[in-house]
């Protein structure tokens, strides 16, 4: 089965790599593990580029004449950042 049959996008394979890298920096999974499944989320372009995210830094990556490239996919949509809301709001003190 090939990627394009998998059917694959940019927002599901974010999706998937934020997982996979909490995974890997919980030490549920290791760095073979983590890079076996990140190739699995490669993403092919209208174009017929394939694209894919970095290990080190989690940018997106295309496969050009030149080898690997960093670059943004046609389209893209940042996902939404995941960090706690909880951990940003200010502290409330009670009046006693």
């Not at 790599?17 to 593990?33: F, M, N, P, W």
């Not at 004449?65 to 909880?86: F, L, V």
């Amino acid at each position: 089965m090939s990627f394009r049959e998998r059917g694959i996008g940019f927002e599901e394979a974010d999706r998937r790599y934020a997982e996979l890298k909490r995974q890997l920096d919980a030490g549920s999974i290791s760095t073979e593990e983590f890079d076996a499944q990140r190739k699995q989320l490669m993403v092919q372009d209208e174009k017929g580029r394939w694209w894919a995210r970095g290990r080190e830094d989690g940018d997106w990556y295309y496969r050009g004449e030149a080898g690997w490239a960093k670059g943004t996919p046609p389209d893209y949509r940042q996902p939404p950042q995941t960090t706690s809301r909880i951990a940003r709001q200010p502290a409330i003190e009670t009046g006693g």
